[in-house]
């Protein structure tokens, strides 16, 4: 899947239940910043003040952070379809 490729479908499946036109939809869809990363890239760092939310389109994104001890400790894992955000950058 290509950059941009599949966010029109993601957009149209997830609003299916707004009356929303299919040109708002394509228009909704222009907006968004659709971007790919190599497996490996680290998105957010502890401490850092997230201005993104991510959808992951295609792959899979780990949430993890490390402890004191230097051992990696995951939390979450996101696969296609579903949305990352960290919250607590928004409160």
């Known amino acids: 899947m290509g950059e941009g490729e599949g966010i029109t479908d993601y957009l149209t499946e997830i609003l299916n239940g707004f009356t929303l036109t299919q040109a708002e939809v ?9 971007r790919t990363y190599k ?33 990696e400790n995951t939390y979450n894992f996101y696969t296609e379809k579903q949305t990352a955000i960290n919250y607590k950058s928004y409160t």
Do not use: H
Request: hydrophobic fraction near 40%; include cysteine; proline fraction near 0%.
């Open 39 to 71: 497996q490996g890239t680290i998105l957010l760092r502890l401490g850092d003040v997230s201005k993104e939310c991510y959808f992951v389109l295609q792959g899979c994104l780990r949430q993890f952070a490390i402890d004191e001890a230097g051992e």
């Open 26 to 34: 394509e228009q909704l869809s222009s907006e968004i910043d659709v």
